[in-house]
């Protein structure tokens, strides 16, 4: 039987590759329990979506009942509204779907449904066709907002609801949705909620004063992982799959993927694929930068239409992050050795690569490129 790689990225990762957030997985699994409503803020690679999962299955073990669901995978607010009714009236898997017991649920818009739960992988679908106006979907989003406490009661437990990127919700319906939803979260003292979000900058205007979120619960702000803790783990994970690691393999992975937790499993998974590949039972910094070099192919084309699309000031700025480590970009002489210009194009620039999801903006003020092999790429194939 073929070994299986002990790296994970790209999903939330299982049990057995998470790691480094036991302080934060206690905390927030304790919060929840205790039906608080909590704001989890953390830029995109850092983790969070496997921190959610990891605290919504200990919650399990406790007999609490939990949904996950990601705002961001829906169009528009009344395909948002059904599909969180759908995975909110599937969580009573014991109702059978009658027209009294759904009348119940949505007393003044009634629903087309569709009961599939006989078949295997099969739910209960619903849509609602007569929803047509925004006074409409208000009148519905009462009903789907007051529905987590309603299931509460009928299930006579406790519930716990992660809404994942939910920075997602500000483009539903102006914003309305906002004081909808924080009308209802209020008043539901058996219900735990999580609203994780990627975008810190719009997180923290959704939590800030003179919105409906301001003060609605604790906040949670995900950090980096300890560099040491996550080299370790790449060291320890090597070993335990047959494939010794040169002692600092670890380390400079960590190094070379910005300490990124996406990153950083993804330069440890493709090492390791590419060591166990050529049937290896060694791994040196050799094989790193031999994984690195092929990524970096294979990402060549992706990246050149990225950096084509940039204006020629976001090119320079976006190179003057890499080779400047992302600080004092605004100083004179910095400005003056990579040619920016003057500070206010470079503010621009930076606001521009920032809106693309490009660079981010660290704690300490430094700027970051998102994407380590786009950092590695840029400091090697433009000039």
């Known amino acids: ?111 087309e449904v569709r009961d599939e739960r006989g078949r295997r992988g099969g739910a209960v679908s619903l849509a609602f066709p007569a929803i047509r106006t925004p006074r409409d979907a208000a009148r519905l989003a009462d009903e789907v907002f007051s529905l987590p406490a309603r299931l509460a009661e009928r299930l006579n437990r406790r519930l716990v609801i992660a809404l994942d990127e939910f920075q997602a919700l500000t483009g539903f319906d102006g914003g309305s949705v906002e004081e909808a939803l924080r009308a209802a979260v209020q008043q539901q003292r058996q219900v735990g909620y999580v609203f994780a979000g990627s975008e810190p900058r719009l997180m923290e205007q959704m939590i800030g004063p003179r919105r409906p979120f301001y003060k609605a619960g604790p906040v949670m702000r995900l950090q980096k992982i300890a560099a040491e803790v996550f080299a370790r783990f790449i060291e320890d994970r090597f070993k335990a799959s047959g494939i010794t690691p040169k002692h600092g393999l670890g380390a400079a992975v960590v190094d070379l993927a910005g300490n990124l937790p996406y990153d950083v499993q993804r330069l440890a998974h493709e090492t390791w694929d590419d060591v166990f590949s050529a049937r290896r039972k060694r791994a040196d910094l050799d094989d790193l930068h031999a994984t690195l070099h092929r990524l970096l192919a294979e990402h060549d084309m992706l990246f050149e239409t990225v950096w084509q699309r940039q204006t020629l000031p976001q090119r320079s700025v976006l190179r003057a992050v890499v080779i400047e480590h992302g600080v004092s970009l605004l100083a004179t002489d910095t400005r003056d050795r990579h040619r920016l210009g003057g500070a206010s194009t470079v503010q621009a620039a930076l606001a521009a690569l920032q809106r693309e999801d490009l660079i981010a903006r660290e704690d300490d003020g430094r700027y970051v490129v998102v994407d380590s092999l786009m950092r590695e790429w840029i400091a090697r194939r433009t000039y």
């Open 1 to 111: 039987m073929a070994a299986e790689n002990p790296f994970v990225y790209g999903e939330v990762v299982p049990p057995n590759a998470f790691v480094g957030r036991g302080v934060e997985l206690e905390r927030l699994t304790t919060d929840l329990a205790s039906s608080q409503k909590v704001f989890l803020i953390s830029p995109r690679r850092y983790g969070k979506s496997s921190l959610v999962h990891q605290a919504c299955t200990a919650l399990q073990r406790r007999r609490i009942q939990t949904l996950e669901f990601t705002v961001s995978s829906f169009s528009s607010y009344v395909a948002f509204l059904e599909g969180y009714a759908r995975a909110l009236v599937n969580l009573d898997a014991r109702q059978p779907a009658t027209p009294s017991w759904l009348t119940a649920l949505f007393p003044s818009v009634r629903p």
